[in-house]
C-alpha cells in the first residue's frame, strides 16, 4: 500500500502537477490554526529576541561599571574613606558590585561599631538577593520559549498534516497538490518551532553562566566588605 501511494504521488509530479513552496505560497495555503500557531511562534521569537537584547546590554553596562567601580572603591577603603567609596557605588549605578557593596557601606555608614556588623550582612545579603533578581529578569522566560517552541511547532505540523488527509479525501486523489497545503503548513510550523527554541535553549545556558559568575562575585565582594568592617571595628 506504501508504495502504491508513492508511485502514484511519483507519477502525479511527472504528469506536470506544480505545487508552489515560496513562503508566501506556504502561508496562504496555510489555514486558520495553522496561521494563529505561526503568529504565536514569531511573538514569542520576538520576545526572547528583546529579552536576548536587554539582558546583554545590561550585562555588558554591569560588568564594564563593575571592572571601574572596584579598584576605585578598594582605594576608598584602604584611606578609610567610607563616605568617597559610597559616592562611587552611587556612581556606579549599573555595576553589580556596586549595588551590593554600596548598601552595605550605607548601613555600616549610618550606625557604625561592632553591633552594625550583622545589620550590615543582613543589608549585604539583601542587596545580593535584589540584584540576582534583577539580573535574572526575563532570563526564566528564555527556557520556557525554548522548551514549548517545539511542541507548538509540533501542534502546527499535526495540524498540517490532518489538512494533508483532509485534502487528499475531498480531492480523492493521491496527487501532490492534493495535500500541498497541508505539507507546507507541517514545513513552516515545524521549521519555526525550531527556529525559535534552539536560539533560546543556547542563550538561556549562557545567561546562567554569566550570572552564576556575577554571583560569586557579589558573595566574595560582601565578605570581604565584612572583614573589612571588622578590622575596623577593632580599630575603634
Not at 536576548?52 to 576605585?72: G, H, N, T, V
Request: glycine share 12%; proline share 1%; with cysteine.
Amino acid at each position: 500500500m506504501m508504495l502504491d501511494n508513492l508511485n502514484l504521488l511519483a507519477v502525479s509530479m511527472l504528469q506536470g502537477e506544480t505545487v508552489g513552496f515560496s513562503m508566501m505560497e506556504m502561508w496562504e495555503a496555510s489555514g486558520v490554526i495553522a496561521k494563529l500557531t505561526l503568529v504565536t511562534l514569531i511573538i514569542m521569537s520576538a520576545w526572547s529576541i528583546g529579552v536576548m537584547i536587554d539582558r546583554l546590554l545590561a550585562f555588558s553596562a554591569a560588568r564594564k561599571q563593575s571592572r571601574e567601580f572596584a579598584p576605585l572603591v578598594a582605594g576608598c577603603l584602604q584611606e578609610g574613606k567610607i563616605g568617597e567609596a559610597l559616592e562611587v557605588a552611587e556612581q556606579n549605578g549599573k555595576s553589580h558590585l556596586a549595588k551590593v557593596v554600596g548598601a552595605g557601606l550605607k548601613e555600616y555608614n549610618s550606625g557604625g561599631g561592632g553591633d552594625t556588623i550583622e545589620s550590615c550582612k543582613r543589608a549585604l545579603d539583601r542587596a545580593t538577593a535584589i540584584t540576582t533578581a534583577e539580573l535574572k529578569r526575563g532570563v526564566a522566560g528564555l527556557a520556557t520559549i525554548g522548551s514549548t517552541a517545539p511542541f507548538v511547532g509540533l501542534f502546527g505540523t499535526v495540524i498540517g498534516i490532518i489538512n494533508a488527509f483532509q485534502g487528499m479525501s475531498s480531492a480523492k486523489t493521491t496527487g501532490l497538490s492534493a495535500v500541498a497545503g497541508g505539507i507546507s503548513e507541517a514545513l513552516i510550523a515545524t521549521a519555526l518551532g525550531l527556529f525559535v527554541a534552539i536560539p533560546a535553549i543556547w542563550v538561556f545556558n549562557y545567561f546562567n553562566g554569566k550570572m552564576e559568575a556575577f554571583g560569586v562575585e557579589m558573595d566574595n565582594s560582601s565578605s570581604e566588605l565584612v572583614d573589612y568592617f571588622l578590622k575596623q571595628s577593632e580599630t575603634e
